[in-house]
């Protein structure tokens, strides 16, 4: 059987890289992963990662989800040398933090024109192809801020939350097709995506960093006391990006995957309380399609 071709976007560091070269490794050769990022010149931490499986079966491709031009000249290739996607991880993201006013409407931009537009526009270009192969799986690295809210990520978290509807709206519709859609949701990760949220011009969340001397003075004491409550989260809850690679890897060779995959035990925990019944979210699935009156 030939391997089933996978792509994966954000890959030049993190979960994206984690995922590439574990599905890459695979022992029995099942995937030939396009590993894909949007600047090829970070592509060194990747290709040292990838050691013997890179030109054989992990091959690193330049793609930007935020631009048409780059999805659709990559996607022309995927077709005609590989006869489609089978899998899609739409990995790619951006990070912003800090005081919701202060924040300036081109940072809100960058973060929904990666986060929010980037998925869609790749989950557009896969979808036709799978539809007519009747098989696909389509999975969306989303966060556990992606179901409940987080003080002062506030942009960032609706854009996830934005993913998490999508993903939920789709999926009932591509089970039609035996097109599989998956959220994982991780809680925090050990990854360079942190540092990227000051990178990418963003706004960002250390500790040590100066607070808008304008605001108000109990919305800056609020933000101090959960930049230090953050330090123990981050210490007490952190992921790598290993770890998440495992649970794609596993979700990927799932006979039926599941629409949600909280990563860490802790916040399934506080979410099954809070928010959910069935964390699997197929009770959700399978309720949509009831309500269509659809036959799966």
């Given at each position: 059987?030939?391997?089933?071709?996978?792509?994966?976007?954000?890959?030049?560091?993190?979960?994206?890289?984690?995922?590439?070269?574990?599905?890459?490794?695979?022992?029995?050769?099942?995937?030939?992963?396009?590993?894909?990022?949007?600047?090829?010149?970070?592509?060194?931490?990747?290709?040292?990662?990838?050691?013997?499986?890179?030109?054989?079966?992990?091959?690193?491709?330049?793609?930007?989800?935020?631009?048409?031009?780059?999805?659709?000249?990559?996607?022309?290739?995927?077709?005609?040398?590989?006869?489609?996607?089978?899998?899609?991880?739409?990995?790619?993201?951006?990070?912003?933090?800090?005081?919701?006013?202060?924040?300036?409407?081109?940072?809100?931009?960058?973060?929904?024109?990666?986060?929010?537009?980037?998925?869609?526009?790749?989950?557009?270009?896969?979808?036709?192809?799978?539809?007519?192969?009747?098989?696909?799986?389509?999975?969306n690295v989303s966060s556990v801020g992606g179901l409940i809210g987080v003080p002062f990520y506030e942009i960032?978290?609706?854009?996830?939350?934005?993913?998490?509807?999508?993903?939920?709206?789709?999926?009932?519709?591509?089970?039609?097709?035996?097109?599989?859609?998956?959220?994982?949701?991780p809680g925090t990760v050990q990854t360079a995506f942190v540092t990227n949220v000051a990178a990418n011009k963003?706004g960002s969340f250390s500790v040590d960093e100066e607070i808008d001397p304008d605001v108000d003075e109990l919305?800056?004491?609020?933000?101090?006391?959960?930049?230090?409550?953050?330090?123990?989260?981050?210490?007490?809850?952190?992921?790598?990006?290993?770890?998440?690679?495992?649970?794609?890897?596993?979700?990927?060779?799932?006979?039926?995957?599941?629409?949600?995959?909280?990563?860490?035990?802790?916040?399934?925990?506080?979410?099954?309380?809070?928010?959910?019944?069935?964390?699997?979210?197929?009770?959700?699935?399978?309720?949509?399609?009831?309500?269509?009156?659809?036959?799966?």
């Open positions: 059987m030939a391997p089933k071709v996978v792509v994966i976007t954000g890959c030049s560091s993190g979960i994206g890289l984690e995922t590439a070269v574990l599905l890459a490794s695979d022992k029995e050769n099942r995937f030939k992963v396009f590993a894909t990022m949007r600047n090829l010149a970070k592509k060194a931490q990747l290709e040292i990662a990838a050691g013997s499986t890179l030109q054989k079966s992990l091959f690193i491709r330049q793609l930007d989800v935020t631009k048409v031009d780059s999805i659709d000249e990559f996607m022309d290739k995927i077709n005609q040398e590989e006869g489609g996607v089978d899998i899609l991880v739409n990995n790619a993201g951006v990070g912003q933090a800090g005081i919701m006013e202060k924040v300036t409407e081109s940072q809100m931009k960058t973060v929904y024109d990666t986060n929010v537009f980037g998925v869609i526009r790749m989950t557009q270009a896969v979808t036709p192809g799978m539809k007519a192969k009747r098989s696909g799986h389509i999975i960032c978290v609706s854009s996830k939350f934005a993913i998490e509807g999508f993903s939920e709206s789709l999926a009932p519709v591509l089970k039609q097709f035996n097109v599989s859609v998956s959220l994982i949701e963003t919305t800056q004491k609020l933000l101090k006391g959960t930049r230090t409550s953050g330090v123990s989260r981050l210490t007490n809850y952190m992921q790598t990006g290993a770890e998440i690679a495992k649970v794609i890897q596993e979700v990927i060779l799932s006979d039926k995957p599941h629409l949600h995959y909280i990563t860490s035990e802790v916040y399934k925990k506080l979410l099954a309380a809070m928010k959910f019944v069935d964390v699997t979210g197929d009770s959700i699935v399978e309720g949509i399609i009831q309500q269509q009156h659809w036959e799966t």
